[in-house]
């Protein structure tokens, strides 16, 4: 950093000032942290600690000996290393602000009323699996029209199915828990699917017990999901495990809406949830 000026009580001598520094053309500089300028009008020298938006305008600032920090906004009127500049806004934050809105799916938010509810459904075991899939893919199914309804247990499947009449125009993909070779899920599946599958129905499954296990364990404060063994119910196994009151039916309600609180957006879920939710949306979105 260079050494501070003295002061000079009598102000500058503007017409000993170099006149062919003012004449050299001004480059653009990203208002990167890091970078020492010099306020030409002030003569303050600093560090750039710190560059973003307060009411609307970009202010950069500049810590100079002693931890003193000033603000300035960007703009031409600096140097660095004695050659005039131009402080531009932030190459990132510039592409942030030019970077289409997303939703927390990832997908590009199209402003446009939603759609009406298509015939279609999406189907998922549970109260928690709609809330999660609700709060990612959410505004995602509205502006396509789609409805998702519980199953309230993969065992209903297959009178849902009768009860639907799944055909052209009107199909069903359902979300199935554990949905692994040989578990008692895949033969629930197998068995609905014999009798009232068609080309116009598809089961995507995930392969964790509960979908609590589908959100990332580091958004709850774990390194893990712990294994819990099948004689104590998973979700007050879970609770157990982050220290939380488990006890009675309000008890997992709260520490659901504790945990679902803590997913963001679908950076917060596993791959293996996120892809299966993603192709039962394009099943049904697919043309006719």
Known sequence: MRASRPADRYGRDVLSQPKPSRLRTQKDVSADVGLVLEDVASGFVGELVACGKVAGEYLMTLEGRGGVKRKFPLGPGFWIDGEPVNMIAPKKQAARAQAPARTASGSVRVQAKPSTIMPSRMWVEGRHDWQLIDKVWGEDLRFEGIAVEELAGVDRLGDMLASFEPGPGRRAAVLVDHLLPGTKESRLVDEALGRYGNDHVLVLGHPY????????????GLKEWPHIPKHIDIKKGSLAALG????TVEDVGIGWSKILGRVRDWKDLEPSLLGRVEELIDFLTAPQ
Do not use: C
Not at 210 to 219: H, L
């Open 209 to 220: 017990v509960d979908v609590w296990q589908a959100i990332k364990p580091a958004r709850v």
């Open 244 to 247: 939380l009151p488990h006890d």
